[in-house]
């Protein structure tokens, strides 16, 4: 965070500054006194301003004017005095307190909500500027998985960089698809474990085949992230819109150590599909053999 102080108080600046370093740690604080001629130079840094703190301000057009590219910016501007609410109360931007106590209490407590907030506008200001449109299916893009290190790695930081912006973990594309399912489909684990621990519906649905994560996981063979998804409890009986289960695309892919996974977990070899088939009566139908044995454990006579 980059914070710009103006102040005339020694005393006030040197309590704010000490505030800053312990509360948002990392920071850069640019400090001025309200004076005309030592505010022109504060324009040569404003566009790397990010958090703006007036104190006690005479009326000033210097300050009025730097309080107006900051709101027009969208940059939080704190201001403290009585007569501060008077000529900078046009501007949206703008958190006014009666006095620096005030002021330097709400910094205090709200320490945690004030950097969760820059942290969200930087990283929407990092895709508005890269030309990185904000939604699931944009962000969906970032999810295959890339064998160059270099474009592996930016595409991490992309991802994150939605997360960060405000995009919801259980956001859905176009067609109804969750992008964790997503991440499933473009078996990238790394994603999905990412996603999960984010706090991303391990059961969600979508709406194009009805299947959920672990489902998803399971068509495309990668064990893998089967065996993570059934680690973290994924329902493995919920039945796709086409009527199958887990069970029932694995033995029809002949996964047979998908299969066992499933099983020793607790999926159903007995749950019927559409066609009123179980995982189990395809593999007896269609002799196959080593999966018959398997399930024969599970099966329910």
């Known amino acids: 965070m980059n914070w710009l102080i103006i102040s005339d108080n020694i ?45 006690n301000s005479h009326d000033n057009p210097s300050v009025t004017f730097l309080a107006g590219i ?31 106590t005030a002021l330097f209490a709400y910094l205090k407590k709200n320490s945690k909500k004030i950097t969760n907030e820059e942290i969200k506008t930087s990283a929407f200001t990092y895709l508005f500027e890269n030309g990185i449109p904000f939604d699931a299916d944009h962000f969906a893009e970032y999810l295959e998985v890339e064998k160059d290190p270099k474009k592996a790695k930016r595409n991490k930081e992309i991802l994150e960089c939605y997360l ?48 959920t994560p672990v489902m998803d996981a399971v068509w495309k063979g990668n064990k893998e992230i089967t065996e993570y998804l059934v680690s973290q409890k994924a329902d493995l009986n919920i039945i ?15 996964r047979v150590e998908i299969v066992r996974l499933l099983a020793e977990n607790g999926a159903d070899p007995d749950v019927q599909d559409s066609m009123g088939m179980s995982a ?22």
């Open 164 to 211: 960060s912006a405000g995009l919801d973990v259980n956001a859905r594309d176009r067609d109804g698809t969750p992008v964790l399912n997503i991440a499933c489909r473009c078996e990238n684990l790394w994603a999905v474990k990412w996603l999960c621990g984010l706090g991303a519906d391990i059961n969600a649905v979508s709406e194009d085949r009805g299947y």
């Open 280 to 301: 189990y009566s395809y593999a007896q139908l269609f002799k196959k053999e080593e999966i018959s044995a398997i399930l024969e454990k599970y099966h329910k006579e």
């Open 11 to 55: 005393e006030e600046k040197e309590e704010l500054v000490s505030i800053i370093n312990e509360k948002y740690k990392g920071s850069v604080i640019y400090s001025f006194t309200s004076d005309a001629i030592e505010l022109k130079s504060s324009f040569e840094i404003v566009h790397e301003i990010t958090q703006a703190v007036i104190l």
């Open 70 to 100: 900051f709101c027009g910016r969208k940059i939080p501007v704190y201001a403290a005095g009585r007569r501060m609410e008077d000529y900078l109360s046009v501007f949206t931007n703008c958190n006014f307190y009666d006095d620096s």
């Open 240 to 254: 796709s819109k086409d009527g199958q289960s887990n069970l029932v695309l694995a033995v029809g892919a002949d």
